[in-house]
């Protein structure tokens, strides 16, 4: 049976930031203002936004990840087991892996990672009081409103050269450390159900990056066996997610690489991963990357099993301009063709599992693309609402 897709309208859960908020998240690193101060000041930019989305009937209701540093910060370091380090020293960092190496290229530090040191335990919740500041932003009957994200648990693992990221005499061999970090995830997510969530997103770029031949390339000469990585990240993924309550929807994003004008990670067709990857994957949700010719086309959604969503993202965050509505519905019904024929199913039937929303998130390193403001920002988001009551008029 198809798990409902909560919206046809949605979005990725970054957005634009407020100044005031970067600013305090300067100065609580250079230990000018207390982490409560840091709190504080989150706390508001929430509640301002949460309130801006309901004003604009954007759903679903998210915390704008003005809660963290970064979209995959803030749950890896608060696990017991891991540190923090932050800038990372080229010399940790897995050149061959796509973000780096753009990074590299582009002359960025890479920011920050979390090195397993220890044995992982879970002591404590790592996003709990994130999720509250949410959550306290809206009645109690609107919680099933609200998405939370989370970082994937193949992150650094992939980002950090091969033996750094976890101290192989504590953990010896990939297995037995992403067997106890998806013990965590689970526990993470009984947690966060238990306080009222019930929609997760894990947002994870790692994946797109195996539909690279160039990456794929630079992780064979590492000596790494890539099918042999990637089935391990699908098995990670489906752990981290086993045995979640019925009643909590759990969505994966895939992204590219969020930056405005060239600057990207991974390109080439789902085609290199999809069958796999629909087939193997326990998600209710895929959120896709579709803003450009860089994402390929729709073929790779046959695969897509008729008891899964996918939300198109068709809408860039990229750039300002808004795209055209006649173009959005004439690609939306593309897919659902496709999707239709891979399923023997009508085109009616496939379109109920189907949805819009931006390609991702429009802050995702905390950083805006060049030009986005916020109210070119809510008239993107309008955009996909506009769309979707004309595609699906009689659903949310």
Request: include cysteine; proline fraction near 5%; hydrophobic fraction near 35%.
């Amino acid at each position: 049976m198809a798990t409902k897709l909560p919206f046809h309208a949605d979005h990725i859960g970054s957005l634009i930031r407020p100044a005031y908020v970067g600013e305090a998240q300067e100065k609580a690193d250079a230990g000018e203002i207390s982490q409560q101060e840091l709190r504080e000041t989150q706390k508001k930019a929430i509640a301002d936004v949460v309130q801006k989305q309901q004003d604009h009937s954007v759903r679903a209701l998210c915390s704008g990840e003005f809660d963290r540093k970064y979209y995959f910060s803030g749950f890896f370091e608060k696990l017991e087991g891991f540190k923090e380090v932050s800038p990372v020293p080229w010399e940790l960092a897995r050149l061959s892996a796509a973000p780096i190496a753009a990074l590299k290229k582009a002359g960025k530090q890479y920011p920050m990672a979390a090195i397993c040191e220890g044995k992982i335990r879970y002591a404590q919740s790592p996003y709990l009081e994130n999720w509250k500041l949410l959550r306290e932003c809206v009645p109690r009957e609107q919680w099933k409103e609200c998405k939370f994200t989370m970082p994937p648990p193949c992150y650094f693992h992939l980002r950090l050269a091969k033996g750094k990221c976890y101290n192989t005499e504590v953990y010896k061999n990939d297995d037995e450390f992403f067997g106890d970090l998806a013990a965590a995830y689970r526990q993470e997510i009984k947690t966060l159900h238990g306080e009222g969530l019930r929609n997760l997103q894990i947002d994870d770029p790692t994946l797109a990056y195996f539909c690279s031949d160039d990456m794929l390339s630079g992780l064979r000469d590492d000596g790494e066996d890539t099918e042999k990585m990637f089935d391990a990240y699908l098995k990670a993924h489906n752990d981290c997610i086993a045995d979640r309550p019925d009643d909590m929807h759990v969505g994966l994003h895939i992204c590219r690489g969020n930056f405005s004008k060239s600057m990207h990670f991974s390109e080439g067709s789902y085609e290199h991963i999809a069958e796999r990857f629909f087939k193997t994957l326990n998600y209710d949700t895929f959120y896709l990357e579709y803003d450009n010719l860089r994402s390929g086309g729709f073929e790779p959604l046959r695969f897509l099993p008729q008891h899964k969503n996918v939300v198109l993202g068709v809408v860039t965050t990229k750039d300002p301009q808004l795209e055209d509505e006649e173009m959005i519905k004439s690609r939306v019904r593309q897919a659902a063709e496709i999707i239709a024929k891979g399923q023997g199913r009508s085109v009616e039937q496939a379109m109920e599992n189907i949805g819009i929303s931006p390609q991702c998130g429009f802050a995702s390193v905390a950083v805006g693309a060049e030009g986005m403001t916020e109210e070119k920002m809510f008239a993107k988001l309008k955009l996909v609402k506009d769309v979707a009551r004309e595609l699906w008029p009689d659903r949310p």
